[in-house]
């Protein structure tokens, strides 16, 4: 037995050896040349040529920092980062959203992106996305993508109803929303709306703030609780009535995702459906021939047409040796000209300040000019830096709005369990 272990042994020093020789520790190649592995999540064919077309543009100008293409999954981002963090094999640049970073940042896995941005990129972004990547004054993401939500709606039949059509200069305020999607109604199988709330909390959350509305509030010693005011009660209260007193919205799309719905929207079963400005695209490929479509701003409160997003970011890991190279090619991959094509490419906004001039973003077509004109009005989603918000989501606010929305619960019994329910949640994860 001894003897055996001790052969076992000299092979497997034999083998490390080798594996030394002929390696350099996995950050780079034989011949000295820095490798990254960059893990996109980009989807759309659109989005996926663009990210690998600015991979290949780096490459031919920078032979001495190789960036290697990674295909990454929305579906499973977070489980795949954690084991891939644990186990010390996290790619170098990090594609995510900025809604997920915060365990990560506070885990100690993402690097301080800080000191090392340049000053050209700090500046082109705006302070409001750069807060949705900050956590305890470090940042930890470059945020460069962002989705306002809008109204998806049946250009004729709004037309034909005679209702105003709202535009960012002079929107509907959630009263005359509620009032519209009646008048849009016939009480006979045609909704004024369709609300595809699956994930109902990133929307009532985030729809919430043109009220006023915030959930999540900070305390004098930092810590965050939750308190359901008056303001917090608008936007649900609006689509629980537009269901359950109504009848101007649809009940049996409240557990539909928003592609989902698309059938019966292109069908005339619905004149307006809330959705991510992204849905465009799906929308411009699969509507009928002749099917009039158009972008209407989401309906507006007390603070106009502010509303939360959690944009798209790019983090460097802590453990990458390459940190410095690895911000050079996020400074390279948003320029604004590539920020715009990766827009462009997944149908969404930039949050750089010079992307947002581009004319291509400003066009009549597809509606681009509407959701540019929504830029200015965007805000960090009210539970970006929460510590315990994917619990309270997963079991506390999204059963109990799916009950309140669907009219199995009244409003009083939804504020207790967000508040009572959610503050016990936080208040395991802030001791």
Not at 55 to 82: C, F, M, R
Not at 99 to 105: I, N, S
Not at 226 to 240: C, G, S
Not at 327 to 339: E, G, K, Y
């Amino acid at each position: 037995m001894t003897v055996r272990v001790r052969a076992l042994g000299a092979v497997a020093a034999a083998l490390v050896l080798l594996l030394a020789g002929c390696s350099d520790g996995g950050d780079g190649e034989s011949d000295g040349r820095i490798t990254l592995r960059f893990q996109s999540l980009a989807w759309q064919q659109e989005s996926v040529e663009a990210n690998k077309e600015l991979v290949k543009e780096w490459n031919a100008t920078h032979p001495d920092v190789k960036v290697e293409y990674v295909q990454g999954s929305w579906t499973s981002i977070h489980d795949q980062l954690l084991t891939s963090f644990e186990g010390g094999e996290a790619p170098d640049i990090i594609h995510d959203a900025s809604d997920d970073l915060a365990d990560f940042a506070y885990g100690g896995y993402l690097a301080d992106l800080g000191d090392l941005l340049p000053e050209r990129l700090k500046s082109d972004i705006p302070k409001a996305s750069w807060d949705t990547a900050t956590f305890g004054g470090k940042v930890y993401g470059v945020p460069f993508l962002q989705e306002p939500r809008v109204l998806i709606a049946n250009a004729k039949w709004l037309k034909e109803s005679g209702v105003r059509i709202p535009t960012p200069q002079k929107p509907w305020t959630w009263p005359e929303f509620r009032s519209v999607s009646k008048e849009l109604g016939d009480g006979d199988g045609k909704f004024g709306v369709a609300w595809p709330l699956k994930d109902p909390v990133s929307a009532t959350l985030n729809l919430s703030l043109s009220t006023g509305g915030q959930l999540f509030h900070r305390r004098p010693d930092g810590k965050a609780e939750i308190r359901f005011e008056a303001a917090d009660e608008v936007m649900p209260r609006t689509v629980h009535d537009q269901v359950n007193v109504d009848g101007s919205a649809s009940g049996s799309t409240l557990g539909m995702g928003g592609s989902d719905t698309l059938p019966g929207f292109f069908g005339g079963k619905y004149a307006m459906v809330p959705l991510g400005f992204s849905y465009r695209q799906q929308i411009s490929q699969q509507a009928p021939k002749g099917f009039d479509w158009q972008v209407l701003p989401a309906p507006a409160g007390a603070d106009g047409l502010a509303q939360g997003v959690s944009p798209q970011t790019l983090s460097v890991a802590e453990d990458s040796p390459h940190k410095k190279e690895a911000v050079q090619f996020i400074d390279f991959f948003l320029r604004p000209a590539n920020m715009v094509r990766l827009a462009r490419g997944d149908w969404m906004l930039p949050t750089g300040k010079e992307a947002l001039k581009d004319p291509a973003l400003r066009t009549k077509k597809d509606d681009w000019a509407t959701g540019t004109a929504l830029a200015g009005h965007l805000r960090p989603a009210p539970a970006q830096s929460v510590r315990g918000y994917p619990e309270w989501k997963d079991k506390i606010a999204t059963p109990a709005l799916q009950e309140y929305y669907s009219g199995a619960i009244g409003l009083d019994e939804l504020r207790r369990r967000l508040v009572k329910d959610g503050n016990l949640v936080l208040k395991r994860y802030q001791r």
